[in-house]
């Protein structure tokens, strides 16, 4: 069952920025940390980002680190992913999904996921 939606995804350059952001119900935002996994064709599901449920805590994939800041408006009950400086390898599917477990980077701890939004890096 699809809780969260996606969008903000979309073609950039390398270089450039992106912000993507995913919208759900208040139970989810209200009980729940937030956050990106992405996905390839041919790859593993990455973790990108997840934030606590009261936006103090914050975590991000080691791929990621410095160039991506996740933050959470929880009176809009939605998080944003800020993507600077666009890398070619960052072109994937990215899925919002929610957790109960702080600091996860696994999969398998999180769900309620969105279908996906693209992003597509272009040299």
């Known amino acids: 069952q699809v809780q969260l939606e996606e969008s903000g995804g979309g073609l950039a350059q390398a270089g450039g920025s992106l912000i993507l952001s995913c919208i759900g119900s208040?139970?989810?935002?209200?009980?729940?940390?937030v956050g990106w996994f992405r996905q390839s064709p041919g790859k593993k599901r990455e973790f990108v980002a997840g934030?606590?449920?009261?936006?103090?805590?914050?975590w991000y994939g080691d791929s990621v680190k410095g160039r991506i800041t996740i933050a959470r408006d929880n009176a809009k009950n939605k998080p944003y992913l800020t993507m600077n400086n666009l890398q070619l390898e960052d072109t994937a599917g990215y899925c919002c999904?929610?957790?109960?477990?702080?600091?996860?980077?696994?999969?398998?701890?999180?769900?309620?996921w969105g279908r996906g939004t693209q992003v597509t890096v272009s040299s």
């Open positions: 999904g929610a957790t109960s477990y702080t600091l996860s980077d696994r999969g398998a701890e999180w769900g309620s």
């Open positions: 208040r139970r989810i935002f209200s009980s729940k940390g």
């Open positions: 934030i606590e449920r009261d936006g103090r805590t914050t």
